[in-house]
């Protein structure tokens, strides 16, 4: 298995790839400010995993997983996203305080000990936040949907929340916005940058700001 570090490479720069069009190479600047070390640290872990042939690394201009490096990143974020939601459903956490103890957990979770969890939680494929889970041969459920903040009025369900930082997750609880919330997006104010919805447990309409709804991600309902 591969060291803590090198799975939080590969799992950094999945996720950057994923924000990519294209098959553009990941800027190194990018992957260090991601994990918060110098970019000279980062440029030579790129070395480190083009020897241990995980990436395509050309010097200057960026990085990209080749198949071994993005089959290893999705094993690392199935881990994670199965521990979230077995913290969540099992142990009843807070879905906003799981993702730094799964952080920990899914690089020293053993393979026998996942799967039980996966069975005890019978198979899911999103996790508490509504991210999909990788299934075991690393094919990634459809996670086709728009940012709220790209939307135009008219009724929506709330599939995923892209940040998880704990302060944002207990706001948005306190909303009533959970995966699976059915949401009417009334109003959108370009001057001001928000957002005007109405939530089905509140009387009144909330504002969020144009940032917090770019976190949002969500499906059109059909009537």
């Known amino acids: 298995m591969p060291s803590s570090t090198v799975e939080n490479y590969l799992k950094a720069i999945w996720s950057l790839e994923t924000q990519e069009s294209g098959d553009e190479l990941v800027p190194i600047g990018q992957v260090a400010e991601k994990l918060s070390v110098a970019p000279g640290t980062a440029t030579t872990m790129m070395n480190q995993l083009m020897r241990m042939e995980l990436v395509r690394y050309i010097p200057r201009r960026g990085v990209s997983l080749n198949e071994a490096g993005r089959k290893a990143a999705l094993r690392v974020l199935r881990r994670h996203r ?3 939601t077995f ?5 009843k956490l807070d879905w906003a305080e799981v993702h730094d103890d799964a952080e920990v957990l899914e690089h020293v979770i053993s393979d026998r000990l996942l799967g039980r969890m996966d069975e005890m939680l019978k198979h899911p494929t999103h996790d508490p936040h509504g991210a999909p889970i ?10 086709g949907n728009a940012s709220l903040a790209d939307c135009q009025p008219g009724d929506y ?22 995966p699976g919330t059915d949401l009417t997006l009334i109003e959108r104010n370009p001057d001001a940058d928000t957002l005007t919805l109405a939530l089905p447990n509140r009387t009144d309409p909330v504002q969020i700001s144009l940032p917090a ?6 499906e059109a309902l059909s009537r």
């Open 87 to 91: 913290l969540v459903e099992i142990m």
């Open 134 to 143: 990788p299934a075991p041969d690393g094919a990634m459920p459809d996670d």
């Open 213 to 218: 709804a770019h976190s949002l991600l969500v």
């Open 82 to 84: 199965l521990v979230e």
């Open 157 to 178: 369900t709330l599939k995923r929340v892209r940040e998880n930082q704990p302060s944002f997750l207990q706001w948005l609880s306190g909303l009533g916005l959970m």
